[in-house]
């Protein structure tokens, strides 16, 4: 085990890794690409702004290794690498100050480029840990999972979801009535397909206020609340109106 000390203010990613090559070689090349850039120092790259600004490899725990690499590795293949293949837990820690209050960019930062490393045969993010004052800067989910199963009634056990397809191109009424089918079928959540969000045969203004009244109707006649997550992915302005239009329904 290989142990640096991180300031306080990290974001600390644990890695799966396997590789032919050397641990600790590897896990600089993951900490660079997704700080500096760079597995080596660079023009105008100071002590202080390395200090600053990479990424730390706070641990290597080595595991046991395999005589198969998990995935095929073309440029490894060409070296003539033939295993073992060695794997690890790489621990990496990553400056507040990199990422900022951004979340597209956190994802980026402990994923991104390091999936598409020649150094691997396989490379998984098992365990992301931010700080407390980093965590504060976002809203808290207004239900959470105790607010859900409160919302639900089940409060044990799992909870039960399906996924309305689109692919058969259900019109909004044709989708209300598919929802009613479920929620009597004893669903506790419903949300719909990734690739349905507001299609001409059922635009969100139809659809959300026909699968509302659905399951509202539900609940009167039960007492049991039904979950549904709209789609409303679209573009900016008109992700806002779809927005408004759920939170209204």
């Known amino acids: 085990m290989k142990t640096t000390l991180s300031a306080p203010e990290r974001i600390r990613a644990r890695y799966l890794i396997e590789t032919p090559i050397d641990l600790a070689a590897v896990a600089e090349v993951m900490a660079g690409e997704q700080s500096c850039g760079t597995f080596t120092r660079v023009e105008g790259e100071t002590d202080a702004l390395r200090q600053r600004a990479r990424a730390t490899v706070d641990a290597i ?7 198969a690499p998990s995935l095929p ?3 490894l293949e060409r070296q003539g690498m033939r295993g073992p293949w060695r794997r690890a ?6 400056p507040v100050a990199n990422i900022g209050a951004n979340l597209p960019t956190l994802a980026s930062t402990v994923s991104g480029n ?6 691997v045969t396989g490379l998984r993010l ?3 840990r931010v700080p407390a004052a980093y965590r504060a800067q976002f809203d808290l989910p207004r239900l959470g999972i105790a607010g859900t199963r409160e919302r639900t009634g089940v409060f044990s056990g799992a909870l039960v979801g399906t996924i309305i397809k689109p692919n058969v191109g259900l019109s909004a009424a044709d989708t209300a009535e598919l929802v009613g089918r479920l929620c009597a079928a004893g669903v ?7 690739v349905c969000a507001d299609p ?4 969100l203004a139809e659809r959300v206020p026909a699968v509302m009244a659905v399951v509202r109707a539900h609940q009167q006649r039960t007492g049991k609340h ?17 927005a408004d239009l759920v939170e209204h329904a």
Do not use: Q, W
């Open 61 to 67: 725990t080595e595991l046991e290794a395999v005589h």
């Open 114 to 119: 390091l999936y598409d490393l020649g150094e």
């Open 200 to 203: 001409a045969h059922a635009p």
């Open 226 to 242: 039904v979950m549904v997550a709209f789609n409303i992915t679209d573009e900016t302005d008109a992700m806002k109106r779809h």
């Open 126 to 128: 098992e365990s992301l």
């Open 188 to 194: 506790d959540f419903i949300k719909d397909d990734e």
């Open 89 to 94: 837990h790489i621990d990496i820690s990553f």
């Open 73 to 75: 590795n073309a440029p």
